[in-house]
């Protein structure tokens, strides 16, 4: 498999294992909670480092979502004990845990890639540098398979709780009062948000995650009201961005992350103004009749 191939599919994979929980991260309108998390895993990136010195060992990927996961209770918490509102608990928590991580990159590790332009952007190039190689044969990027199994277990996790999550994320009271255990699932899916956060910092940053997680599924949501269909919008929207962010920075030579995040975000915006347009449209029909 080329490196250029091999690259593609990385961009792909990442995109689609960030989309597909993205879909209920933005219908439980918890977009800048993962913008914490992606912020609050360096320190633990830095740790898990410090320890395997790979970044691909699951040691390291669990500790960096498990210093997401700080955040996600450690905001819980703080909303509960009604002293702090809004999203006044994650502007308390996250900066101090990323800035951390930042003196920890500085001070400990500015000899090797992990610096701030991969902490901020992430370089899928350098993501798909290392190659996974079986019987003499290059069989793609070593972190293209991490992505996979995170794509799979995104999967399989969304399918055997599909139901609940839909229930806990529409309606929470009515899914308590059906027995359902709504914050250890919601905990367990924010860890999994964290999980796949932490995975695609290689190739994203912690900044450019954000947008593969919630622009996918937030452009789809302005498509369809129709959660399946969503979540297919949703994967399809990811697939796309990818692949076309992926060739327009292949020929321009620029960052591969930041082309697929400006086409994400032209995609939303072209179909946020045709929805106003038709929005308007329907808006002048209904006028027309009535004056009629």
């Known amino acids: 498999m080329s490196f250029v191939l091999g690259t593609m599919l990385l961009a792909v994979v990442t995109a689609l294992a960030c989309a597909l929980p993205g879909a209920f991260v933005v ?21 898990g480092y410090f320890f395997t010195h790979n970044f691909n060992s699951p ?7 498990l210093a997401g996961l700080a955040v996600v209770l450690g905001s819980e918490w703080l909303t509960r004990t009604g002293l702090l ?6 502007g308390l928590i996250f900066p101090a845990l990323f800035s951390a991580g930042v003196i920890l990159v ?5 000899n090797i890639h992990l610096d701030t332009h991969m902490v901020l952007a992430g370089d899928l190039n350098i993501a798909a540098w290392e190659p996974l190689i079986i019987a003499g044969t290059r069989v793609g990027p070593a972190y293209l398979y991490v992505m996979l199994g995170v794509l799979l277990i995104n999967a399989i996790f969304l399918a055997l709780f ?14 308590t009062s059906l027995g359902i255990r709504s914050r250890l699932l919601n905990t367990a899916f924010m860890f999994l948000v964290s999980v796949t956060v932490t995975a695609a910092f290689n190739a994203a940053g912690a900044i450019l995650v954000i ?16 959660l399946p269909v969503m979540i297919a919008f949703t994967a399809l929207i990811a697939v796309a961005g990818a692949l076309a962010g992926f060739w ?14 400006v086409f994400y975000g032209l995609v939303f915006a072209a179909v946020l103004i045709v929805t106003k347009l038709r929005q308007r449209q329907i808006r002048s029909r209904r006028q027309s009749a009535v004056s009629a």
């Open 59 to 65: 040691f390291m990927i669990a500790a960096a979502a």
């Open 27 to 47: 219908l439980r309108r918890n977009s800048m909670l993962v913008d914490a998390i992606s912020h609050s895993i360096l320190p633990g990136i830095i740790f």
């Open 248 to 261: 327009v920075a292949y020929v321009l030579n620029a960052a591969t992350s930041a082309g697929m995040s």
């Open 211 to 226: 947008a593969l997680v919630v622009i996918p599924a937030a452009t789809a949501y302005l498509l369809t009201t129709r």
């Open 106 to 110: 500085t001070l400990e590790f500015a």
């Open 85 to 90: 509102t809004g999203d006044a608990p994650q």
């Open 162 to 175: 599909y139901s609940k999550l839909k229930v806990t994320t529409f309606d929470p009271q009515f899914a």
